[in-house]
């Protein structure tokens, strides 16, 4: 078992969507999450960071992060043509651990 | 956001030649960085971590001696491909952070990358 689990996808939504992204892992020790968007053939960019269990909002984004579930969600709101990339979760331990454990990465397609 | 830049982009090289690829932050210190690999519609997998000053960290799996990794300064980290085969091909990415508990420790910043064609 990986210990990020992510649906590779292709996820396609017509423009104005409203797209959900989700994450399963399996360690409990997990502490912060993240979410990157990735464009072909670039590095990944940080979207959303969280800490702990909650949600997290920014402009069209929320991430939610359910640590009893060991569940992580990223939703986009309106979404766009610019949206469409490779959404990879992220997640590590806490205390010194600064090393990323990623998950498959899922793509999407917004189509006008 | 802290910039990280990586050459080349892209290099062609021949089975059995050694390339380089260089990792830069621009704009701040990078008391770690981390060397990445991707395979065509994969994620990313960490090759190795790196601390300024001390010898690489290689996960499982990962030769050391094939992918020699240099950390010499706050700002530059290299990896090195030494006899380079077609199996070698991929994106390579590195990223660069601080100290956790710094203003920068709690993220990791990812250069564009580097596409290495071993013919």
């Known amino acids: 078992q990986k210990e990020v689990e992510q649906d590779p996808g292709p996820l396609s939504v017509p423009e104005g969507a409203i797209v959900s992204l989700n994450c399963t892992y399996s360690n409990s020790a997990f502490q912060y999450f993240m979410w990157y968007r990735q464009y072909s053939r670039k590095g990944p960019e940080l979207l959303m960071y969280t800490y702990s269990s909650g949600n997290k909002e920014d402009g069209r984004f929320t991430a939610q992060v359910d640590k009893s579930s060991k569940y992580i969600s990223l939703f986009i709101r309106d979404s766009q043509p610019s949206d469409s990339a490779t959404y990879l979760c992220a997640m590590r331990l806490g205390g010194g651990y600064n090393k990323l454990i990623f998950g498959a990465g899922t793509r999407l397609a917004v189509h006008p | 956001g802290a910039v990280v830049s990586q050459h080349p982009s892209w290099v062609i090289c021949k089975s059995g030649t050694s390339v380089k690829i260089e990792c830069r932050s621009l704009?701040?210190?990078?008391?770690?960085m981390f060397w990445y690999r991707q395979f065509p519609k994969q994620s990313l997998m960490l090759m190795a971590t790196?601390?300024?000053?001390?010898?690489?960290?290689?996960e499982q799996g990962v030769e050391k001696d094939k992918f020699l990794i240099n950390h010499a300064s706050l700002t530059l980290s290299t990896l090195t491909v030494t006899s380079a085969h077609p199996e070698d091909s991929s994106f390579y990415i590195c990223s660069a952070g601080q100290v956790i508990g710094t203003p920068l420790g709690n993220e990791q910043f990812f250069g564009p990358g580097t596409r290495l064609t071993v013919l």
């Open positions: 790196s601390n300024e000053g001390s010898k690489a960290t290689y």
């Open positions: 704009d701040f210190q990078a008391t770690t």
